[in-house]
């Protein structure tokens, strides 16, 4: 089944420094999720994103839907160490099977 | 309390045994998910479930079964395991087909020895 592209698969980072991540696809979606999995536990949902072009923030965190429909980006503004963990992109279809595919992930380590 | 839960949360076992992981949930959703994740590859879907009557398979369903007894609860069977299907194990769920977000339950790993 397709998986999405997630780069970089990992990265350390100095507390207090921004991050970004993205998320590719050949496919077009009309959803994207972004999700972060703490060690030992199930993913949590940060954000959706609907419409193309959208920016949503979720306090220090901001996703962007591409104009593409192929892909999209997360910013973490300002890391502390609890940002460690394994952040995950979807993709979906809202009206549909509901059926999410998910990208490889990108883990965050944090350096005080 | 948590909305998703699953039991057990660890579980070893031997080769050829069966065994069942456990889902329920208390957010009210129809649609309920198995997932399997290793590691570098992400959570794959094993099957899915829109209500009580529909269950459908995912990409990796081979050697897995599923029972969905009621609305709130959704089971995977290892009908006979073995050691490659040591993995984390998901349950997560969803609303409607409107809004495909889904939440996640915390896991069971699953050893098979």
């Known amino acids: 089944g397709q998986q999405l592209n997630q780069s970089p698969q990992s990265m350390f980072i100095q507390e207090g420094e921004d991050v970004s991540m993205n998320c590719t696809s050949s496919?077009?979606?009309?959803?994207w999720l972004w999700y972060k999995q703490d060690p030992g536990e199930g993913p949590v949902l940060l954000i959706a994103l609907y419409k193309a072009g959208e920016l949503t923030s979720n306090g220090r965190l901001t996703a962007q839907f591409g104009i593409t429909r192929k892909d999209s980006f997360l910013n973490i503004s300002a890391s502390i160490p609890s940002d460690v963990g394994i952040y995950f992109c979807?993709?979906?279809?809202?009206?549909?099977?509901?059926?999410?595919?998910f990208g490889t992930g990108t883990r965050l380590q944090v350096t005080l | 309390d948590a909305d998703v839960t699953q039991t057990p949360r660890n579980r070893i076992t031997k080769t050829g045994k069966r065994i069942m992981l456990e889902c329920s949930q208390t957010k009210g959703h129809d649609r309920m998910y198995w997932y399997r994740q290793d590691p570098g590859l992400g959570l794959r879907l094993i099957y899915y479930s829109f209500d009580v009557k529909d269950i459908n398979k995912g990409e990796i369903s081979d050697g897995y079964s599923v029972s969905r007894q009621a609305q709130a609860k959704f089971s995977l069977s290892l009908e006979s395991a073995i050691p490659n299907q040591t993995a984390l194990y998901f349950c997560?769920?969803?609303?409607?087909?409107?809004?495909?977000?889904?939440?996640f339950g915390p896991g069971t790993r699953l050893t098979v020895t």
């Open positions: 997560a769920t969803s609303a409607d087909r409107t809004f495909p977000e889904q939440y």
């Open positions: 979807a993709g979906g279809y809202t009206g549909t099977a509901s059926k999410l595919t």
């Open positions: 496919s077009i979606f009309n959803t």
